[in-house]
């Protein structure tokens, strides 16, 4: 059995800053790309940002130069630096795997719980 458990979430005021984390445990045999998607209330879900287990990162355009993803392959960890938080990034932030479980098994998404971000203005 697979987890994504995520930290980090809370209320902060604009302009400051937030690190959210996420530690995927269980029986991975290869995680290909990690990530953070987020959704705000009446809104669809979106990505915020991914990386590879190259390091080859995407990161939406809302975001870009605020927020930087990184990875620790050998922890199986995602993390996402939050800085200048805005108002509108106030979502539920859900951490994303894309990974298979054995060598045979073809790769599909895992996700977590989420976390609450809140930005006050």
Known sequence: ?????????GLVQAG?????????????????VMG???QAPGKQRELVARITDGGSADVADSVKGRFTIS????????????NSLKPE???????NVYG????????KFYWGRGTQVTVSS
């Not at 059995?1 to 979430?9: A, D, P």
Request: include cysteine; hydrophobic fraction near 35%; charge should be positive.
């Open 1 to 9: 059995q697979v987890q994504l458990v995520e930290s980090g979430g």
């Open 16 to 32: 400051g800053s937030l690190r959210l984390s996420c530690a995927a445990s269980g029986s991975f045999f290869r995680i290909n």
């Open 36 to 38: 953070w998607y987020r």
């Open 71 to 82: 990875r620790d392959n050998a922890k199986n960890t995602v993390s996402l630096q939050m």
């Open 89 to 95: 990034d106030t979502a539920v932030y859900y951490c």
């Open 100 to 107: 298979g479980l054995t060598m045979m098994s073809g790769d």
